[in-house]
């Protein structure tokens, strides 16, 4: 795909003498939503920790037509790369708005003006409400949910082009999922492009636009995501074969 | 031991331990952002209190050699890291060696001006201080990813070379610099010093700045949110080069400060900083490491201890103040719940 | 070339270098064997346990000086001060070991710099000491009455004694103390999962390398004749660290090479940089202390590893399998063996498992599943004695778990895996898979260390065979652990498990990032282990992976029990459906 603003070809990631990730191919088209599924253990954290230069891979991957590969974290998200990871990664000790305004670290670095990021700070409180309310709490006092809106909400600061999201429903109740997921949708629309990687596939393929089946480290079924979603072999995926 | 005997050593006591307060609190901010246990800030004092006096001394510190050493070997070693890439290249040099060149160029300077005592005090903190940046650079930059255990080593071996630098670009002499003030103050019926005023005042004024700098400042925050959560600051975009950078060259610029303090108190040798640096530590290690306030009420508390036992017993003055570490421990071994490392 | 012949030729090159070698070198080489004495203590402490120590000269000192003052003052014989001073050392090691290694690492290293700074301080100021300027006269050491007095006379003494110490090290470094000393690095977990206690383990080898730091104080004192403290200060120790860290860990000998390397470069370098500074002083820490850094961004397994490159490994002899072990009774088919009831673990407000109830019977395979986040690593965790249940019950053959120390449940009959691989790197297959024996053995470090342990080990490899016969993996024997692939390596951990002789089998997501053909290989072990009798419970986010082969299935999900029954039940169940797929 040519307008592809992320694209991942041939990757494989290894940890030591155990390879977790085998030759995946994957593209983000700009302006839309792309989902990885899969079972636990299936690769899917491994994949996004080597797309963001946490981990090292061996393969291309391009964003916005530039190779990546081999680029700091750090770079990544000066470039316009944000990931939400699984385990959140909030500062816990610092509050609410201090991690808000961290999520704009690097636009600040970049000379960006202090009300640039005062506007975004007002979108995102606009999205998640309740964050506004919470300002002056701890982040590490806040519950399963709004840890997770506050991780979205700080890697949104840093007005990404592409939002890599690892995991959103992991540990949350259903009622949570669906507004997260929704969210996602809206920020969707508003010309955002993500990454969504999931274990709750239902959802995940409600949500995206495309989506790839990841097993054991191998893609192994993708197509447009209303299409996956009534496929068979994604059923067998998730609960068996037998 | 008679009130006005206690009232003394009370005095000298706080006056050692605010210092030992400071050097404490860089101890924390260091470990805290880097995992680092930082032995070489010591170093820092002694070397503040030996360039400043080779000034009075109307002598060229050798520190302009020092620093001149350090840009060369970051230099060097900005070469072989990106022999591919010239545009890193002098970036990482202009990060790393260039304030190490500048501040060469400021002491001699100085020097060569015969420039008043406040123009040696600054040349002489920004000396100490742009050797941060490159000590990091050096020595932990390339095994920032590695257990606690290894750079600790690191810091040993850093605590070494720069004791033996030392040595050779001071010489083995001790030195002392000229008190800020010589007047004292009448306290009811006992005498404060108008050193001691200052130094207490000084270190409360930093702390304060300090305090101020991580709850207000962008780079203030982006230090705590590294300490915080290392994986957490990358993906906002804070280079853990960049934090532990920083936090090192706070550290330097605490300890030259502490160094400035210091100096008409105590004769400095270049070797004095490993212990006046390690009695810091003893009050870091109060507060685990981790927690600010502890460690500085640690560090005030070990000041005392060591006032106090020197008149008791002032042969065993570092005896007491280094066995002190052990009960601290245990009742740290006891407060603290295990966890598994790495 | 076979390594003993290297070992022989070595033994044979300090055997005779004093007839041959000038007095100057003789006195370099007295030196080196009582360096080689300290770094062989770091390198068991550094090396292989993953600790470290500044203090080790404190403790030459305290061997140096108790022999100096009560041989001097009290006239006591050498051959007393020895054990005397051994003594202290002991009780003084293991007072910081305990205090400071059940906190994170770096307590201990930091508690040795101000051990050694308070005690060269002491030696300094304590008058009977001799202040700064030392005690003179200490007696020479006689052997059946022969007087060690001249320099090449007692270099016989001091390389017997360091070739005796690198002969102890080397065994109990090969034996079931050892295995566990070099399992230390990997966390407390898998250790303790076998009964190992880490911060015990960790006291002793401190107490190892503080004792053999201070027998090198002690032949000092008596080579010497004279001691004053300083020899004894914090940069010494910091040399001797250097002198490990130089060396390296793979092998008792790295502390010989870095000893040797050390002293010749500190004489070559004191000689050369006054020269080139033109004044005296101890230059040569600049030198030391950059090589340190280089050493440790470039090489740190030491300068070893490149020197046993040419060396050929000695290919061991696979040991014969046999069961020669003690058994557990195994409980009869059916009779309840593992009974939780209500069990509820809270994080903070977070409730991860919450008021869960299923049993295991004997000769069942139960699986426990659920999608990811369901709580189902945290109930494994309170059943294995990892984590402690907030409330409730878990009984083990009647016994109750909560409570209990992981070692303790391990003792009980119960073996676990885990899904994050934790073998040893360092070791072999079969030492691995030994270390899972560890409680059936009883032989300590003093007995492994002077190789009274022949039957206990030898009891011990074959029973780790017998596993490793058992999983199908005996010809990977003596590879690298780390050199296997995942697959294999999880069928390692499961003969561990074995190896300890348990009634129920506990597998943390066998499964996980297992190929296909991997996982049917897997899934026929189980089902061979259960036609053995073996109680097996295993937690597994592997739908496909499950459905064949267990008895029974228990579904969690949110922390809660959703489901349970057989499996073909639970597949088919809406709520279970939802789970999975999502809602």
């Known amino acids: 795909m040519s307008d592809a603003l992320l694209e991942v070809s041939d990757l494989h990631v290894a940890y030591g003498q155990v390879e977790a990730v085998r030759g995946v191919s994957l593209s983000v088209p700009a302006g839309k939503i792309a989902t990885v599924i899969g079972p636990n253990g299936a690769g899917k954290t491994t994949l996004l920790g080597a797309i963001m230069g946490l981990l090292p891979s061996h393969g291309a991957i391009r964003f916005a037509g530039d190779r990546i590969d081999g680029k700091d974290t750090e770079a990544l998200v000066r470039m316009g790369m944000s990931l939400v990871p699984e385990k959140r990664e909030l500062f816990a000790e610092m509050t609410v708005l201090e991690n808000l305004e961290l999520g704009g670290f690097a636009r600040r670095r970049a000379g960006e003006s202090r009300a640039a990021l005062a506007n975004t700070l007002e979108e995102v409180f606009a999205l998640f409400p309740r964050m506004k309310e919470r300002q002056p709490q701890l982040a590490g006092t806040l519950s399963g949910g709004e840890r997770q809106m506050l991780a979205v909400g700080r890697a949104l600061m840093g007005k990404p082009k592409l939002l890599l999201l690892d995991e959103p429903s992991l540990g949350l109740a259903p009622l949570i999922t669906r507004d997260i997921l929704l969210t996602i949708t809206k920020l969707g629309e508003t010309g955002l492009s993500v990454l969504l990687i999931e274990q709750n596939a239902r959802a995940a393929l409600q949500t995206a636009d495309y989506g790839y089946v990841l097993e054991t480290g191998e893609l192994s079924l993708e197509g447009k995501a209303v299409d996956l979603l009534h496929d068979e072999r994604v059923i067998a995926t998730y609960l068996g074969k037998r | 031991m008679d009130f006005s005997i206690a009232a003394l050593l009370t005095q000298d006591g706080l006056t050692n331990g605010a210092i030992y307060c400071l050097l404490a609190l860089a101890l924390v901010l260091v470990f805290a952002v880097t995992r680092v246990i930082f032995i070489p800030q010591g170093e820092f004092v002694a070397f503040t209190v030996l360039t400043l006096a080779s000034f009075e001394q109307n002598k060229l510190p050798g520190t302009v050699w020092l620093l001149i050493a350090l840009a060369a070997t970051v230099l060097l070693a900005e070469i072989v890291a990106y022999r591919k890439e010239p545009g890193r290249m002098l970036r990482a040099m202009a990060a790393s060696a260039l304030p190490c060149v500048i501040a060469a160029a400021i002491v001699w300077a100085v020097f060569a001006m015969q420039a008043g005592f406040a123009l040696q005090v600054a040349a002489t903190v920004i000396a100490v201080t742009s050797m941060g940046p490159a000590i990091y650079r050096l020595a932990y930059q390339p095994v920032a990813t590695a257990p606690v255990l290894t750079l600790l080593i690191v810091s040993v071996a850093v605590h070494f070379v720069l004791t033996g630098l030392g040595l050779l670009f001071f010489g083995a002499e001790g030195a002392r610099t000229s008190a800020f003030t010589g007047s004292t103050f009448a306290l009811g019926s006992m005498n404060v010093s108008g050193q001691s005023l200052l130094v207490y005042a000084f270190t409360v004024g930093l702390v304060v700045a300090m305090a101020l700098f991580f709850k207000y400042t962008l780079f203030g925050k982006a230090l705590r949110a590294t300490a915080a959560n290392r994986t957490g600051a990358r993906l906002v975009g804070i280079s853990p080069n960049f934090a532990g950078s920083l936090s090192v060259t706070l550290a330097a610029a605490i300890g030259a400060l502490s160094g400035l303090l210091i100096g008409p108190i105590t004769t400095v040798y270049y070797d004095s900083g490993f212990l006046i640096g390690l009695k810091g530590f003893v009050g870091a290690i109060v507060g685990g490491l981790a927690s600010y306030p502890i460690a500085a009420g640690g560090a005030i508390f070990v000041g005392l201890v060591e006032a106090f036992s020197s008149f008791w017993a002032s042969a065993y003055k570092e005896v007491i103040v280094f066995t002190l570490i052990l009960p601290v421990l245990l009742w740290r071994s006891f407060t603290t719940t295990h966890h598994e490392e790495e | 070339m076979n390594p003993r012949i290297l070992v022989a030729i070595v033994v044979a090159v300090i055997g005779i270098a004093p007839q041959i070698a000038p007095p100057f070198y003789v006195t370099l080489l007295n030196y080196i064997g009582l360096y080689s004495l300290v770094a062989l203590g770091l390198v068991l402490l550094t090396g292989v346990a993953g600790q470290t120590s500044f203090g080790q000269a404190a403790f030459v000192g305290l061997g140096a000086y108790t022999t100096a003052v009560l041989t001097t003052q009290y006239g006591f014989s050498p051959w007393i001060t020895l054990p005397i001073a051994l003594g202290i050392t002991l009780v003084i090691g293991y007072v910081l070991g305990i205090i400071t290694l059940s906190m994170g690492g770096h307590y201990l290293p930091l508690a040795t710099i101000a051990w050694g700074i308070s005690l060269f301080f002491l030696m300094g100021t304590i008058e009977s000491f001799g202040g700064f300027t030392g005690l003179t006269g200490v007696p020479p050491v006689s052997i059946f009455g022969f007087e060690l007095l001249k320099e090449s006379h007692f270099y016989y003494f001091i390389w017997l004694v360091v070739l005796a110490a690198l002969w102890c090290v080397a065994n109990l470094l090969d034996s079931r103390p050892g295995r566990a000393i070099r399992a230390l690095k990997q966390g407390s977990t898998m250790i303790e999962a076998f009964g190992v206690h880490p911060g015990r383990m960790k006291t002793a080898v401190f107490v190892i390398a503080a004792l053999l730091a201070c027998i090198s104080g002690w032949l000092y004192a008596h080579l010497q004749r004279f001691v004053n403290p300083t020899p004894f200060g914090i940069n010494q120790g910091i040399e001797y660290l250097f002198m490990a860290v130089v060396g390296g860990a793979t092998s008792v000998w790295g502390a010989v090479l870095g000893a040797t390397l050390i002293t010749l470069l500190k004489t070559w370098l004191q000689d050369l940089l006054p020269q080139i500074i033109g004044e005296a002083g101890q230059f040569e820490i600049i030198v030391f202390g950059i090589l340190l850094v280089v050493m440790l961004q470039y090489a740190r397994d030491g300068l070893l590893p490149y020197l046993q490159h040419f060396v050929p490994q000695a290919k061991r002899a696979l040991p014969a399998a046999a069961d020669r072990l003690q058994h557990r009774t195994m409980p009869v088919a059916d009779s309840p063996v593992l009974d939780v009831n209500t069990a509820r673990k809270t994080f903070g407000g977070l409730v991860a498992v919450n008021d ?142 074995l190896a300890s002789d348990p009634i129920l089998l506990l597998l943390d997501e066998p499964a996980a990032g297992l190929r296909f053909a991997e996982k049917e290989q897997l899934a026929k072990l189980i089902r061979g282990l259960k036609d053995e009798g073996m109680t097996v419970l295993l937690v597994e986010h592997d739908m496909d992976f499950v459905m064949g082969l267990v008895d029974r299935l228990v579904v969690l999900n949110f922390g809660q029990k959703l489901a349970q029954g057989l499996p073909e039940a639970v597949q088919a169940d809406p709520a279970v459906r939802e789970a999975y797929l999502g809602a």
């Open chain 3, 356 to 497: 869960v109830s299923f049993n295991v019977n004997a000769r069942e395979v139960v699986g426990l599943i659920g999608p990811n986040g369901a709580g189902k690593s945290t109930c494994f965790n309170l059943i294995s004695g990892a984590l402690d249940a907030t409330s409730g019950s878990i009984k083990f053959m009647g016994q109750e778990l909560i409570g209990q120390t992981a070692s303790t449940i391990s003792k009980l009959g119960l073996a676990r895996t885990f899904q994050h691989v934790k073998l040893v790197a360092t070791m072999t297959v079969v030492e691995n898979v030994a270390l899972g024996a560890y409680l059936r053995g009883t032989k300590g470090i003093l007995a492994s260390a002077l190789k009274f342990n022949r039957e206990d080990e030898a009891a011990a490899l074959a029973e780790a065979m017998r596993q490793l016969e058992r999983v199908g993996l005996a010809a990977h024997a003596h590879d690298a652990a780390s050199s296997l692939p995942l697959g294999k390596q999880r069928i390692v951990e499961i003969a561990r498990a």
